[in-house]
């Protein structure tokens, strides 16, 4: 992917309900509708009046979610692989990680898989 840029669509409507709000540089573009072209030739318009869906620069998205998250103490492993995941009480989960950074078992009450670009 040299020489590319990378972009993720996310919908605006769920952004805000999870009270994510993002750094205007982050948002590429808005999307309103979409024109669907089917095998036979039919093409089919959806428009809205107002935009449904963001194009973001992935990487400043990862970045900011990324400090926001440590911001609110999460700690960021980056290169490691998930081994297993196990719940140990109903609000704990253990994942035992593969990492040269910190090899062993994690314990914590919430856990994200980001796959990245290479998954």
């Known amino acids: ?9 996310v919908s605006i409507k769920s952004m805000r309900r999870l009270g994510i709000q993002l750094p205007e540089k982050i948002i590429k573009n808005q999307i309103r509708g979409a024109t669907f072209h ?23 998205f990862d970045e900011h979610l ?5 911001k609110a103490g999460a700690e960021i492993l980056l290169n490691c692989r998930a081994l297993s995941m196990r ?14 950074e910190k090899p062993g078992t994690i314990r914590g009450n919430v856990v994200v898989g980001s796959l990245g670009a290479h998954h």
Do not use: C, F, H, Y
């Open 1 to 9: 992917m040299k020489g590319k840029r990378r972009v993720e669509l």
């Open 38 to 60: 089917s095998p036979s030739g039919q093409t089919l318009r959806l428009e809205r009046r107002t935009p449904i869906t963001w194009v973001l620069d992935r990487r400043a």
């Open 66 to 70: 990324a400090n926001r998250a440590s």
């Open 87 to 100: 719940t140990t009480e109903p609000t704990t989960v253990e994942v035992r990680v593969s990492s040269k």
